[in-house]
């Protein structure tokens, strides 16, 4: 799935002529992820951002700048919701990849809302069966 997204993404941006914005992002994505590992949300939350600035078509991006929020501040409602636009967007801009909806799942389920976290997390089953993260929540619904 990473290598199937790799290429998708790398076709869009040579076709539009963006290689140079495009590996700019990719490198503010990696910085992103290595800095939500570390819980440094607020940090990984600017590198999306810039992300995005840089190359706004990833949905990727959008998906994990709404991790990002979320973890920031996961009791508030406006964070939450900032959260959820971002992540939609995600999963707009590439209803194929799993991320999205896996990231929804885990803020649905954490606002209260099971049986939407549920919906999100079977969407991310569907676009990729071996997303170990979302079947572990579904089957953790079971028990």
Excluded at 29 to 58: C, D, H, S, T, V
Excluded at 78 to 86: G, I, N, S, V, W
Aim: charged fraction near 25%; proline fraction near 3%.
């Amino acid at each position: 799935a990473t290598y199937a997204r790799k290429l998708a993404f790398g076709a869009r941006a040579f076709g539009n002529g963006d290689v140079g914005k495009l590996v700019a992002a990719e490198g503010r994505f990696r910085k992103g992820q290595e800095l939500m590992r570390n819980e440094r949300f607020l940090e990984a939350w600017e590198q999306f951002e810039e992300a995005i600035r840089l190359y706004p078509q990833e949905g990727e991006f959008h998906a994990w700048l709404g991790w990002a929020i979320f973890q920031s501040a996961p009791a508030s409602q406006k964070a939450t919701a900032a959260a959820l636009e971002y992540i939609d967007q995600a999963i707009r801009l590439n209803p194929r990849g799993e991320t999205g909806y896996l990231f929804a799942g885990y803020v649905h389920r954490a606002s209260g809302h099971p049986d939407l976290a549920r919906e999100h997390f079977e969407k991310a089953v569907e676009c990729n069966p071996g997303c170990t993260e979302a079947l572990q929540q579904l089957r953790g619904d079971r028990s």
